[in-house]
T-cell receptor, first 116, second 112 residues
């Protein structure tokens, strides 16, 4: 596997279900991100993990719970979601350098989530 | 927060035409990145620009880092149907150690 992979690619769940999205990066990066992309809307940054520490949480509802067990893996745990949470969820990774800050991000293919 | 303004929001062009889109900011950026997103996929990095005035090409794509460091342009020459998608500009704001800021995208449609 190369680059950034995400599973599953498609997910349909009910509002009472609990599911998890998985992301894995094979680029040796030290930062990982979750984005939400709704239809015809801009990318919304949800969470940032830098060296496995969460550094950003952009007012995301608690029904979304991220987990970063190591620098290569990132999860997004979902529970009691709402239909408006239906969107494309994108994972990305990048190399953050102390002297340069954040650099270009590389994205996974996304998980298309539908909440019924 | 800092924002990137992309224009146009969408465009319809004939196959073979050249395309030009731009991205502007009210604040200085040290790096400009251009991504393309195909339908149902994640964005893919096309071109990265690191110096004011820099002009970089990737096949039929050419991007420029504006001299003021507050804008960037992406041109596509001789468009083909597979150029269809959403083009995003992005960059890390100069101040602070913060993640990339993304524009809202330019949606390109190519009519064969």
């Amino acid at each position: 596997e190369t680059g950034v992979t995400q599973t599953p690619r498609h997910l349909v769940m009910g509002m009472t279900n609990k599911k998890s999205l998985k992301c894995e990066q094979h680029l040796g990066h030290n930062a990982m991100y979750w984005y939400k992309q709704s239809a015809k809307k801009p990318l919304e940054l949800m969470f940032v993990y830098n060296f496995k520490e969460q550094t950003e949480n952009n007012s995301v509802p608690s029904r979304f719970s991220p987990e970063c067990p190591n620098s290569s893996h990132l999860f997004l745990h979902l529970h009691t979601l709402q239909p408006e949470d239906s969107a494309l969820y994108l994972c990305a990774s990048s190399q953050v350098l102390p002297s340069e800050g954040y650099n270009e991000q590389f994205f996974g293919p996304g998980t298309r989530l539908t909440v019924l | 927060g800092q924002q990137l303004n992309q224009s146009p929001q969408s465009m319809f062009i004939q196959e073979g035409e050249d395309v030009s889109m731009n991205c502007t900011s009210s604040s200085i950026f040290n790096t400009w990145l251009w991504y393309k997103q195909d339908p149902g996929e994640g964005p893919v990095l096309l071109i990265a620009l690191y110096k004011a005035g820099e002009l970089t090409s990737n096949g039929r794509l050419t991007a420029q880092f504006g001299i003021t460091r507050k804008d960037s342009f992406l041109n596509i020459s001789a468009s083909i149907p597979s150029d269809v998608g959403i083009y995003f500009c992005a960059g890390p704001p100069e101040r602070g150690n913060t993640p990339l800021v993304f524009g809202k995208g330019t949606r390109l449609s190519v009519i064969a």
